[in-house]
């Protein structure tokens, strides 16, 4: 008798990007900022490693944190809850919203985790293709699902769509606002409706995705629910005082992110010059396609050169790349590489 519950069994495992060791590429693959974090995170850090912070444990429901993040976005700090990355708060959320044959929608092309933990949660999938200019079909075509998911800006393409557009989707509605200090506009204003949540994490824009850390932001009653859920401990001291430190800081993670904004438009100009079609970007990444040539082939040519960008290829959709924005040299030299193939 096979010991593996069956929806695990057959389910395919999540494929993060590829982590080779420090200093050994160009790592344009898995969305990191190029710039390290604010040096209050270096100071936090080391103020905890002294006296008693790391023989206690730490606060459950970081407190700390969430006074600050309640400053920085102009909410009630029950409001927020807090994770060891944003995907640890979805996977919080899916476990509170979502039961056993639920239905879990979100749009395709688009972030592949969700459909992983639907599948862990033994839920039913369902993905609605994105319409003409990466915008939502209207009217939403789906109804009775107990938990859509909409990453805003988008992954792999980096577009945004408008608050009026996901207000026509019923709830539980999650925004997941990973990459959107590098947008325009957010959607923290969709927080009147009590039954969405605005996920958001360190790991872009602040530097820090090797501190692991990310919340959600809903009304106060949905959180307290979500503290059922979540582990007790499931952020550490260390990442709970470099993220309220990160957060703290809004002038450092203003001034790098106008660096990648800057570099961003370089290499979506770039890329266009070297025959691409290049997707306009909200996010620190580009997405490009080709119609003349395989994408794969310069995947790999790429790594040879010692340069890491990312493939994907969607049913029904086709393939692409996503390329992380790097600092000016690193983009430099990505573009000068890709001008030889």
């Known amino acids: 008798m096979?010991?593996?519950?069956?929806?695990?069994?057959?389910?395919?495992?999540?494929?993060?990007?590829e982590q080779p060791a420090a200093g050994t590429y160009i790592k344009l693959n898995t969305n990191e900022n190029p710039y390290p974090p604010s040096p209050r995170v270096l100071e936090a850090l080391q103020a905890a490693l002294t006296g008693d912070h790391l023989r206690r444990y730490p606060d459950s429901t970081g407190r700390a944190f969430r006074e600050t993040a309640g400053r920085v976005h102009g909410v009630d700090p029950d409001a927020i809850v807090i994770g060891n990355g944003s995907d640890d708060v979805l996977t919080i959320l899916t476990r509170t919203f979502v039961p056993e044959g639920g239905l879990v929608v979100t749009m395709t092309p688009s972030?592949?985790?969700?459909?992983?933990?639907?599948?862990?949660?033994?839920?039913?999938?369902q993905e609605v293709p994105f319409a003409k200019g990466w915008r939502l079909p209207r009217p939403w075509p789906v109804r009775g699902a107990k938990?859509?998911?909409?990453?805003?800006?988008?992954?792999?393409?980096?577009?945004?769509?408008?608050?009026?557009?996901l207000a026509e989707i019923e709830g539980p509605l999650i925004v997941d606002e990973a990459?959107?200090?590098?947008?325009?506009?957010?959607c923290l204003q969709m927080l009147s409706r009590k039954d969405v949540v605005v996920t958001r994490t360190l790991s872009k824009s602040y530097g820090l995705a090797g501190i692991r850390f990310g919340y959600g932001i809903a009304d106060p009653a949905l959180v307290r629910e979500f503290g059922k859920v979540k582990?007790?401990?499931n952020c550490d001291v260390l990442s709970l005082v470099a993220a309220q430190a990160a957060l703290e800081d809004q002038a450092y993670m203003q001034q790098t992110r106008a660096l990648i904004v800057q570099t961003r438009q370089r290499l979506e100009a770039g890329l266009s010059k070297l025959g691409f079609e290049v997707t306009p970007s909200q996010a620190n990444f580009v997405w490009c396609r080709r119609a003349d040539r395989p994408l794969r082939p310069i995947l790999e040519e790429l790594k040879q050169r010692?340069?890491?960008?990312?493939?994907?290829?969607?049913?029904?959709?086709?393939?692409?790349l996503r390329i992380t924005v790097g600092t000016e040299q690193e983009i430099g030299r990505l573009l000068e590489e890709v001008g030889r193939l």
Request: net charge negative.
């Open 2 to 17: 096979d010991p593996i519950r069956s929806n695990i069994r057959a389910m395919a495992a999540y494929v993060p990007g």
């Open 111 to 125: 972030y592949v985790l969700y459909r992983t933990m639907s599948q862990i949660q033994g839920a039913k999938y």
């Open 147 to 165: 938990m859509t998911i909409i990453a805003n800006p988008n992954s792999p393409s980096g577009t945004c769509v408008d608050a009026n557009e």
């Open 179 to 186: 990459y959107v200090d590098f947008a325009e506009r957010n």
């Open 231 to 233: 582990d007790t401990y």
């Open 306 to 320: 010692r340069i890491l960008v990312r493939y994907f290829d969607y049913a029904g959709y086709g393939d692409g």
